[in-house]
């Protein structure tokens, strides 16, 4: 299993979407991190599922919302980069 470690940048617009969708509708702020934390544990068990969108980076799209993971793997470590939107969200 990988370690997984979110970048600074990545982590605020985290925050900003949390915002955005619990001002929009009762929940779907919690929604949205239920299915943040389930792309992240398929990352970690599987690093090599997500599409490979660079020679050292890969993205795996969210069901739900308008947002992929985009991250990085090293040796031990998967990072989820900033470039975390695949589209706008409304």
Known sequence: MMEIRFLS???REVDDAVQRYEAREENLSR?????LDRVVRLVRFYPYAGMQVEPEIRR?????????LIYGIDEK?????SRCQSASPT
Do not use: I, Q, W
């Open 9 to 11: 940048l990545a982590n």
């Open 31 to 35: 929604e949205f991190l239920d299915e």
């Open 60 to 68: 795996f799209l969210f069901t739900r919302f308008p947002y992929s």
């Open 77 to 81: 470590t998967v990072r989820r980069d």
